[in-house]
């Protein structure tokens, strides 16, 4: 842990201009240096002028760099968004804001060339971290379905036999899974189901270890494609936690694409994250360490991306749920930490943390939803009926 330059600043709220931080900070029922578990615990004083200047980056940055701690970086975080601080301090940091927004804007951070980055920088990662955080049966790194569960892996299970149902599989139907994982989907509706499945994703690891754990299912294959270069025709498509790496500027080329492969009286169910209000660029600390090129659609973006190619059947919410998820995920990688350590460094479990906590409050907030959207052709005819 990095020592303060300037100990007189240690503990102590900061004078004239930062006394605004701690103004923001006490309307969201936070306090510095205060004894609730949501309070933050400033260890290094330069930390105010650098969340000041630099916003949730600079949040994020000092927390890994070991400035500050708090005991429920979840709650922290719920207490923030739902007090609305980050937008009230992007308007003292507007410039830097605007250079967040212009970057968004005039480059497709989501091209083909890009296509493969989140794999490499994210899902590569290592599987040992993934197989230690996730649900053991069907290692879904997508928001569980906590209805009547009682766990993670009831949960997970319980959100694959809701997407099965709501694409009213059918034995031998062939099913395409855009963004396949770790193979949890495709051997999930091979096994109950009987359809084929064909998986894609850009990750070599999620490809590799997909390919062990669906050994022995010859309807089952996994390929290391971009949905970009898609080919065929299904009877069904399936897209669990892929749609938040597409980025506005390839929405239309994606549903095209899907409408392309899918049969006329087929189904496509997309499962994703969305959020409560258009925004024009990403979460900068989020860009930079975990999701690179990512973007969260809004209901109105991807309602426009699908206006005159698909009919909307189905909308169905359950934010909550991803909260759930991530705090199950976050327990997981503490109880694994001991053996996990060998691989990774301090500074990369306070990421780690962070990112899963401050996921979790920010569906707590409900800025942050989870959609399950099912679509389909204007030419089919089949009458569809909601799944619960």
């Not at 230690?132 to 790194?141: I, W």
């Not at 963004?179 to 998986?199: D, I, L, P, T």
Request: overall charge positive; hydrophobic content about 40%; aromatic content about 12%.
């Amino acid at each position: 842990m990095k020592t303060s330059n300037n100990r007189a600043t240690l503990g102590k709220e900061p004078s004239k201009p930062l006394a605004l931080l701690v103004e923001l900070a006490k309307q969201a029922g936070v306090r510095f240096n205060g004894d609730a578990p949501w309070d933050i615990q400033v260890h290094d004083g330069r930390f105010y002028r650098r969340v000041l200047s630099e916003g949730s980056l600079g949040l994020g940055e000092s927390y890994m760099d070991g400035w500050w701690d708090c005991e429920r970086i979840d709650e922290l975080i719920h207490r923030l968004l739902s007090a609305r601080i980050p937008q009230r301090l992007r308007g003292i940091r507007q410039w830097r804001l605007w250079g967040e927004i212009l970057r968004h804007q005039l480059f497709n951070l989501q091209s083909p060339k890009r296509a493969f980055e989140v794999g490499k920088r994210h899902y590569n990662l290592g599987n040992d971290l993934f197989l230690a955080m996730l649900d053991a049966n069907t290692m879904s790194y997508s928001c569980g379905y906590w209805k009547d569960a009682e766990n993670l892996e009831q949960a997970q299970e319980a959100k694959l036999e809701l997407v099965c149902r709501k694409l009213e599989l059918q034995p031998g139907e062939e099913v395409l899974d855009i963004g396949s994982g770790w193979g949890g989907f495709a051997k999930y509706a091979a096994e109950r189901y009987g359809v084929r499945v064909y998986g894609i994703t850009v990750s070599q690891q999620q490809a590799e270890l997909a390919r062990q754990r669906c050994q022995g299912l010859p309807s089952v294959t996994i390929e290391l494609l971009d949905y970009r270069s898609l080919q065929g025709r299904f009877d069904k498509i399936v897209s669990i936690g892929m749609f938040e790496h597409v980025g506005p500027k390839n929405y239309a080329i994606y549903f095209e694409t899907a409408r392309r492969c899918l049969k006329d009286d087929g189904l496509f169910l997309l499962h994703t994250i969305g959020i409560s209000q258009t925004t024009w660029a990403a979460d900068p600390w989020l860009d930079r360490y975990i999701f690179p090129n990512g973007k969260l659609p809004s209901a109105v973006e991807i309602v426009r991306a699908v206006e005159g190619r698909f009919l909307i059947l189905d909308w169905h919410e359950f934010g909550p749920d991803y909260d759930r998820t991530l705090m199950a995920w976050l327990a997981n990688f503490d109880r694994a930490w001991p053996e996990l350590s060998a691989h990774y460094d301090e500074r990369f479990r306070r990421m780690w943390r962070y990112y899963l906590q401050s996921c979790a409050g920010f569906f707590r907030s409900r800025q942050g939803q989870l959609w399950q959207i099912v679509l389909a052709p204007f030419e089919r005819q089949s009458v569809y009926r909601s799944i619960r």
